[in-house]
């Protein structure tokens, strides 16, 4: 049963601004672990200006990537070898002819691939506040999913091209959101679908507290570190996420979480226990 339109019934709007400064982030949001829409921040970056399909595919190198489709937190999913290039033609081809297509790019570190485009963000009312920043890229039709799940770092997510949904659920909630026992680098996985739900597995999940908002090309969202969060593309679009870390959590919690991997890497930690062995194909 897909319960999406029941969260959205229940839910609330999250909370929204037209504008923000590092000071005033850090003190309202970023210290309170509070999530915040920035409304159309985002819409005068170089990317919301000038990133589309065809503009990936003038760039003048090419890379290997890894595709996936579906869901990939809930379901038994599987990466896709590409190229880079490839992948946007099949993507532009599809929706010029308005065909079904399900795969799609994430976590694509895009900025070492083309170190040229860095210039095209602007993240700094959040990068003045952290010591360590993880930007990646995520490309795709509409319809793709990343079912709940709750990342250990806090994370500011800009919406460049179409548009997605975003449902998140605060760490109060832990509990009912029946956290999975399956290793995700850098992450919590929810074993709830709730695209598939079904409530004699899962009976408190909707007394869980809900906020949602469908992010617009230019606006930027954070989203706390070990909040809950379901995302949903209405379009095809672009997005840009920012995972940062601070001078104390790059020491502690980012050092950490990469023993973890690393150990479970070689078989010693929840070994075929995880969302990442034997998905590369």
Request: glycine residues 4%.
């Amino acid at each position: 049963m897909n319960i999406v339109s029941k969260i959205l019934e229940q839910g609330r709007s999250i909370e929204e601004v037209s504008s923000i400064d590092a000071t005033s982030f850090k003190r309202n949001y970023f210290k309170k672990k509070k999530p915040v829409i920035i409304k159309g921040l985002a819409k005068a970056w170089g990317a919301t200006e000038r990133w589309g399909l065809d503009f990936f595919l003038d760039l003048e190198e090419d890379k290997d990537i890894y595709l996936l489709s579906d869901n990939f937190i809930q379901d038994d999913n599987r990466y896709r070898k590409a190229s880079f290039k490839e992948y946007i033609k099949e993507l532009k081809d599809a929706e010029n002819k308005d065909e079904s297509f399900k795969d799609y790019l994430t976590t694509l570190d895009i900025f070492q691939y083309y170190p040229e485009l860095k210039s095209d963000i602007d993240f700094s009312f959040f990068e003045a506040h952290t010591k360590v920043n993880d930007i990646t890229a995520w490309i795709g039709p509409a319809n793709t999913i990343s079912g709940f799940h709750a990342d250990t770092a806090n994370n500011v997510y800009a919406q460049i091209k179409g548009r997605k949904m975003f449902i998140i659920c605060s760490t109060k909630f832990n509990k009912t959101m029946y956290p999975s026992s399956k290793h995700i680098y850098g992450a919590v996985a929810s074993e709830v679908d709730i695209n598939n739900f079904d409530v004699s597995k899962f009976p408190e999940f909707m007394s869980n507290a809900f906020q949602y908002v469908i992010l617009e090309p230019g606006d930027v969202l954070f989203v706390p570190q070990n909040w809950w969060h379901y995302v949903q593309a209405m379009d095809s679009s672009i997005s840009i996420s920012n995972f940062g870390y601070t001078k104390f959590e790059v020491y502690s919690l980012k050092f950490k979480e990469r023993i973890i991997q690393s150990l479970h890497k070689r078989g010693y930690y929840k070994a075929n226990n995880c969302f990442c062995c034997d998905k590369k194909a």
